[in-house]
């Protein structure tokens, strides 16, 4: 009888094998050959963050002569506890070795499985604290992928979580099944959706992160310049709250790629400090701001347009693109053709490649080389794509590298790519370097460890990012832990000049949007009694930015030219802001006088018309006597 032993599961936080490391004989070498196995696993989590775990397995001897005695398994964590496990004859027998980051568990199997076709199953449980951490407010998952050396016929795993977590937030890969239940949460999972991966999930409602930027300005020149600074902006996922925009700018635009950016003047032979400050609120599965970032077929074209470094139209490019031809398909292939650069991370220096040449030579690179390659083939597929810089917050667990390389060499920003899904009709986030640093699938429309913070179409325009990264103090971020309100704060006024019956006289509405949200879709309807609008009674304004002042002027008319009334002005405004649906009004009375009455006004105006018609007339009657004696 030929002997398999041991059977060993390496489990870690990222990946996981199950492999043989002795064998009798080359016969018994080919676990796929000799194995076949079931796997039933369910991960239980409690308030704490602490896991259960209970691993039921079955394995099948596919030949005659080779069997498994023992079953290891390796977690890269320090926090097992609890081990026990058991098989049809009585408890295993097991030891538990730990060091300063793993634990090793290692069980003798009592049933060997001996003989063509024959099975053992065996029970394994254990603990491990810290397995889900709450990060700001949200917690945070990672359960381990288990890839094995033998043949699995099925595979299933189920999630239970408190339903104190709040419900899924973001998840990759996606769940067989997903139920929500008074206590108690359950994910489910199948070896078609899960098997060999790890599984990232989220729970909350919203998370919160707070930023600080300092952005140094400094003119060398001997007249005014004017500075772009670009701002963390609104987007259908994440919502900003700006609590500081000091100095204030001279104004904010939103330009064409969805950038939020404040003009700044700085004198000659002058600097200035832009300082920065915030909170981003980031919604999650199944919730959207209804911003409008939309984008038109039209404006779709500009996405597929390459670059210096991005080069959708390079042969090597086009042809790997028609062979992958899925989003999907690309990001599995980037994130396991390349490997991650070290040590250019560690020097903080990497001179930035063109995506040609990472393919045509597969080099280790940083995250702007996976970015590139991934936009550069998702481009040339048709698939509109932009690159998103933005402040990212990493797992102290994982390997979640953050860097940009040249022009910038910082390790203060990080650099992934959205594409845009037309049916859904929002950007969607793939991050192919942490895909590749941490083994799971970033792929998602919902992530909890982020802020956008600069869009491009292909990363040449980075250069604009310098003056915020010249150093690493001009950076920080941090989860927020207890919920910042985000209300908007809005004074709608009226103002209007004194009408008089028969002439038109002007209506200013004034929007003072006196903190630090923006205000979008917002609407001025206005309505009368006892006066006529001339033109249009609502008036549109696309984006109201933080601590910005709006004023629409309408004009309007009383018919009645003999007798004064009394007249009501209404304005109304309709606009949002997140979540929340703002409507305002505001009412002013007005008094039209007449224009044929014996006020002081109206004695003023009948003298300056007289007054005209003298300065006009008078002259030429005079003219015109003094031309008779000459005829």
């Known amino acids: ?68 005695s023992s079953y290891s398994l390796k977690i890269n964590s320090p926090n097992v506890k609890d081990v026990s496990g058991k098989d049809s004859l009585g408890e295993l027998s097991i030891s538990l070795k730990k060091d300063k980051s793993t634990s090793t568990i290692s069980a003798k199997l009592n049933d060997e499985v001996i003989g063509k076709n024959k099975s ?32 699995v016929i099925s595979y299933n795993l189920t999630i239970l979580i408190p339903s104190q977590y709040g419900k899924v937030f973001a998840i990759a890969p996606n769940a067989k099944d997903i139920v929500y239940g008074k206590s108690k949460h359950r994910l489910t999972f199948d070896k078609n959706s899960s098997f060999g991966k790890s599984i990232f999930v989220s729970f909350g409602n919203e998370q919160q992160i707070s930023f600080k930027l300092n952005v140094p300005l400094e003119n060398n020149g001997f007249f005014t310049k004017s500075f772009s600074v670009y701002l963390p902006p609104e987007t259908q996922k994440q919502q900003i709250l700006f609590t500081k925009l000091e100095p204030k700018p001279e104004k904010i635009f939103r330009d064409e790629v969805g950038n939020f950016v404040a003009k700044y003047n700085v004198r000659g032979r002058e600097q200035l400090e832009a300082r920065i400050e915030g909170i981003a609120r980031i919604v999650g599965k199944g919730n959207k701001y209804d911003f409008p970032d939309r984008v038109s077929e039209e404006e779709l074209k500009k996405y597929l347009k390459g670059g210096k470094f991005v080069t959708p139209q390079d042969i090597l490019i086009q042809e790997k693109a028609a062979e992958l031809k899925t989003v999907g398909k690309i990001y599995d292939f980037v994130v396991s053709f390349l490997r991650y650069d070290n040590k250019a991370l560690e020097k903080s220096k990497e001179k930035r490649k063109t995506a040609s040449n990472l393919l045509k030579n597969a080099p280790e690179t940083t995250n702007q080389g996976f970015v590139d390659l991934f936009t550069s083939l998702t481009k040339a597929t048709g698939i509109a794509t932009r690159q998103v810089y933005g402040f990212a917050i990493a797992n102290e667990n994982s390997f979640q590298p953050i860097f940009v390389s040249s022009p910038l060499n910082t390790n203060k ?119 006529d609008l001339i033109d249009s009674s609502s008036k549109d304004i696309p984006l109201i930015f933080p601590f910005e002042t709006k004023k629409k002027n309408f004009k309007l008319r009383s018919g009645d030219i003999f007798n004064s009334r009394q007249g009501e002005i209404t304005a109304q405004l309709k606009a949002k802001s997140g979540v929340i649906d703002i409507e305002e009004t505001q009412t002013k009375q007005v008094k039209v006088q007449a224009l044929f009455s014996f006020g002081t006004q109206q004695i003023l105006l009948l003298i300056v018309v007289a007054l005209l018609v003298v300065g006009i007339f008078v002259p030429r009657i005079i003219k015109s006597i003094r031309k008779s004696p000459q005829e």
């Not at 094998?17 to 991960?43: G, H, L, M, N, R």
């Not at 908007?488 to 000049?497: Q, T």
């Open 413 to 531: 920003l990080h650099v992934w790519a959205q594409i845009y899904d037309k049916k859904n009709k929002i950007w969607v986030n793939y991050d192919p370097t942490w895909g590749n640093t941490v083994g799971v699938d970033y792929a998602s429309s919902n992530v909890t460890d982020r802020i956008g913070y600069f869009y491009s179409n292909n990363g040449d325009d980075i250069p604009s990012l310098k003056d915020l990264t010249v150093t690493a103090e001009n950076i920080k971020i941090d989860q927020v832990e207890r919920r910042v309100d985000f209300t908007p704060d809005i004074e709608l006024s009226i103002v209007s000049d004194q009408a008089f019956a028969g002439f038109p006289a002007e209506l200013e509405v004034t929007i003072k949007n006196k903190n630090g949200l923006t205000l979008y879709g917002s609407q001025i309807n206005v309505k009368t009694k006892g006066v």
């Open 1 to 68: 009888m030929k002997r398999l032993t041991p059977l060993i599961l390496i489990l870690s936080l990222i990946t996981s094998f199950a492999f043989p490391t002795s064998v009798a004989s080359a016969q018994c070498s080919d676990a796929t050959k000799i194995f076949s196995s079931s796997y039933s696993v369910e991960f239980s989590f409690n308030t704490n963050g602490t896991s259960t775990i209970s691993q039921k397995v079955s394995l099948k001897n596919l030949v005659d002569g080779c069997f498994a």
């Open 120 to 151: 053992v199953s065996f029970d394994l449980n254990y603990k491990i604290d810290g397995l889900a951490t709450k990060n700001g407010l949200v917690w945070d998952l990672i359960v381990p992928a288990i890839a094995t050396s033998e043949k």
